[in-house]
């Protein structure tokens, strides 16, 4: 047979590197096999869209470090946001998603599904058992994510989970922020636990990836449809980035997130910030919440600036050093971003209508990134003043 299978030579080599192994076909040994090839799902090979090996490497290492029994990949965060909804949403159904979730599951909720006849309802993201009094008889699913993407707002998730459990509505939670080290998902009731890959795992700004994770079999075999029906197939020379980041992830959790503390124990006290949004400060209001669920500390936190012009921010900006400037989080590398007024106060149940800035901590020296700070707030003051 002409295929590409190992000799025993090759079989015999055994690395502590994983395989990458690409695929669109996958070869059967015979008729019967070709023919029966869809009952390999859902965790077999019949087509390279379903995974290989090397994905499949990944989606059991994430599932334990989740606590959970299964996992599937996408090729982005964004990509396991939405085909974790398109799995169990359709026309007829009411979807709550939090007011702080990640920009585009809401756009996609309010564009998309609002239009396919889903019922979209924003909820306040610090509602906790509250959202009882939400729920209908055709709440189908309960979109949360903590702390907030930018403003950073806690949610009581067990308080959440056992109320949609009593009333038969499934939850999914976007867990980037704390990454499966510092928030157990699975464990506090989520049906379906999300991770930006693309963030902590991969850990170096190199690549894009998602992963959805929970314990129900029946939950599994419709996502692992869902993800092959949309195309979702993921790269395996991704997969072993991510699989790659894994090994160092618990290190650059906790270096990271002590770093992070420092650096924004430090902003709190200066002048020219007027408030700070982290939840592991003991100021945070989600911070009785993170204090009772979390183990890590993050690497990612907003602030809130003395009310300044634009060209004082600008200032601030480009007077950065060691941070560059950019979106994304939760790699090496030190990276700042700026969200404008209108985008925060435009939104519903709005947490401020100042603009903000976003700061994701890398392994930096931190007095150096303190530094650089002071020397940017130093520039956005002295701009306070034009002239
Ligand atoms: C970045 C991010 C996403 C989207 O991930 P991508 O891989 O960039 O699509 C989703 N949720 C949160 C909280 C994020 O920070």
């Given at each position: 047979m002409s295929t590409n299978t190992p000799t025993s030579q090759q079989e015999a080599f055994a690395s502590l590197s994983p395989a990458v192994m690409r695929a669109s076909t996958v070869v059967f040994d015979n008729f019967e096999d070709f023919v029966q090839r869809k009952q390999r799902q859902p965790d077999g090979f019949s087509y390279g869209v379903t995974g290989t090996p090397t994905a499949r490497l990944l989606e059991q290492k994430v599932a334990q470090l989740e606590n959970g029994r299964h996992c599937v990949i996408a090729p982005s965060g964004a990509a396991a946001l939405m085909t974790t909804v398109m799995g169990f949403v359709r026309g007829g159904d009411h979807l709550l998603v939090s007011a702080a979730c990640y920009g585009a599951l809401k756009s996609f909720a309010e564009k998309w599904l609002a239009r396919m006849g889903v019922e979209v309802e924003l909820y306040r993201p610090d509602m906790g058992a509250d959202i009882e009094a939400l729920i209908?008889?055709?709440?189908?699913m309960i979109c949360m994510e903590a702390?907030?993407?930018?403003?950073m707002e806690m949610q009581d998730i067990p308080a959440i989970t056992a109320v949609a459990r009593q009333r038969g509505v499934l939850t999914m939670l976007d867990n980037t922020w704390a990454s499966p080290l510092g928030f157990a998902g699975l464990d506090h009731g989520v049906d379906f636990s999300i991770q930006?890959?693309?963030?902590?795992?991969?850990?170096?700004?190199d690549v894009l990836m998602g992963c959805i994770s929970m314990n129900d079999h029946a939950h599994y075999d419709i996502l692992r449809e869902t993800q092959s029906i949309l195309g979702q197939q993921v790269s395996p020379e991704d997969c072993f980035l991510v699989l790659r980041g894994l090994e160092t992830l618990k290190l650059r959790v906790a270096a990271q997130g002590s770093a992070t503390l420092q650096v924004a124990r430090h902003l709190a006290q200066h002048p020219m910030v007027e408030r700070m949004m982290y939840?592991?400060?003991?100021?945070?209001?989600?911070h009785a919440l993170w204090k009772r669920d979390y183990r890590t500390h993050g690497c990612l936190f907003s602030m809130i600036l003395k009310p300044g012009p634009e060209q004082a921010f600008n200032s601030f900006f480009d007077s950065l050093q060691h941070f560059v400037i950019g979106a994304s989080w939760g790699g090496v590398h030190s990276l700042a971003a700026y969200y404008p007024a209108a985008l925060q106060a435009n939104?519903?149940?709005?947490?401020?209508?100042q603009p903000v800035v976003r700061l994701s901590i890398g392994l930096e020296d931190s007095t150096l990134l303190i530094a650089d700070l002071d020397r940017a707030l130093a520039a956005y003051a002295q701009a306070q003043t034009p002239g």
């Open positions: 209908k008889d055709n709440t189908r702390p907030g993407t930018v403003t930006a890959a693309t963030k902590f795992l991969g850990g170096h700004s939840p592991p400060l003991e100021s945070d209001p989600g939104r519903a149940f709005p947490a401020t209508d």
